[in-house]
């Protein structure tokens, strides 16, 4: 099956800089990369996604880049804010083309991001 | 627009008690439905998922169990609860099978004394 191994577990900025978080993923089968953002108390909340298809995907502060060759992943933030502090997590899964990860997601084990105002 | 609900928000409960999660989504029909798991510090974890009315696949050998009695209701049970059960246990729903993004609800937070 899927395995998702994200980095780093933990990550500190100033506000204004900019964030990186980095995933790799080990079924080439795996064709759908989305991101998560979970607040304290609260469920995950789509950020971001990224399908196969593209390199690379970007909306406002966010973007995504995807590297199929070398199955890795990344999220970056830019101009981060203190309401950016939160547990972001990467996932992994196919959606076209079956396998055994078709419809599952497998999820990163999570980054807890801290932006000091 | 499509809702999903989880209750309780909180639960405390001995060892050995049984459990019943509830998990409703409105605004969609026919949806896919996820119960997962998230431990203190870690990721989430797939315990069941179901693709139409009493259709449920278990992802891992576990103490807990799932029913879909309704389109849109999913339930995750349990006849005795074990310390190992404590967590974060969310739903999720997508529109169809393989179909992404999932979006999932607020989650119960399960504690076994």
């Known amino acids: 099956g899927e395995n998702v191994e994200q980095h780093p577990s933990t990550l500190s900025v100033q506000e204004g800089d900019s964030a990186v978080i980095k995933c790799t993923y080990s079924?080439?089968?795996?064709?759908?990369f989305p991101w998560y953002k979970q607040e304290l108390g609260k469920g995950p909340q789509l950020i971001i996604d990224?399908?196969?298809?593209?390199g690379e995907k970007k909306d406002q502060r966010i973007a995504v880049t995807l590297n199929k060759t070398a199955k890795h992943f990344s999220l970056h933030i830019t101009e981060t804010q203190p309401e950016d502090s939160a547990v972001y997590f990467c996932a992994a899964t196919a959606i076209f083309g079956g396998g055994t990860s078709y419809g599952k997601l497998t999820f990163g084990q999570g980054t807890i991001l801290t932006v000091h105002p | 627009s499509q809702t999903i609900h989880q209750w309780p928000a909180t639960l405390v409960q001995p060892v050995g008690s049984p459990l019943s999660l509830e998990c409703t989504v409105e605004g969609t029909s026919n949806p896919n439905l996820y119960w997962y798991r998230q431990a203190a510090g870690r990721g989430l974890q797939l315990l069941f998922y179901?693709?139409?009315?009493?259709?449920i696949s278990s992802e891992v050998p576990q103490n807990l169990s799932a029913s879909r009695p309704q389109d849109r209701q999913f339930i995750l049970s349990s006849k005795k609860l074990l310390l190992s059960d404590s967590g974060f246990y969310l739903c999720?729903?997508?529109?169809?099978?393989?179909?992404?993004?999932?979006?999932f609800g607020d989650g119960t937070r399960l504690s076994i004394l």
């Open positions: 999720a729903w997508s529109t169809g099978v393989g179909e992404q993004p999932q979006h």
């Open positions: 079924d080439s089968a795996s064709n759908y």
């Open positions: 990224i399908r196969s298809n593209v």
């Open positions: 179901s693709v139409g009315i009493g259709q």
